[in-house]
């Protein structure tokens, strides 16, 4: 099992920006990459970025190329997307996922980000 704990979500302007952060425990060797996703109200959940513990490898989402970065420390486990230029539709509830075995099979509890106008 792995653990997942997200944070650093909360009330920005648009233009702002916001860190998420996810703290990973328990069987954290298992898994090869951390990705965000994130669920606006009324939609389905989506990709947002990834990352992979390795090499650090990177992918986003085309709405979010250019404004976001996500980032791993290993030594801590920890996982952080780094949101700039935030835009009132990047409002959503923000999800930390481990990938393990060829899927996204950890999730942490999700993080409010509202972007106001």
């Known amino acids: 099992q792995v653990q997942l704990v997200e944070s650093g979500g909360g009330l920005v302007q648009a233009g702002g920006s916001l860190r998420l952060s996810c703290a990973a425990s328990?069987?954290?060797?298992?898994?090869?990459?951390m990705g965000w996703f994130r669920q606006a109200p009324g939609k389905e959940r989506e990709f947002v970025a990834a990352?992979?513990?390795?090499?650090?490898?990177?992918s986003y989402a085309n709405s979010v190329k250019g404004r976001f970065i996500i980032s791993r420390d290993n030594a801590k486990n920890t996982v952080s997307l780094q949101m700039n230029s935030l835009k009132p539709e990047d409002t959503a509830v923000y999800y930390c996922a481990a990938h393990y075995s060829g899927d996204y099979r950890f999730w942490g509890q999700g993080t409010q980000v509202t972007v106001s106008s």
């Open positions: 990352i992979s513990w390795s090499v650090g490898s990177t």
């Open positions: 328990g069987r954290t060797f298992s898994t090869d990459a």
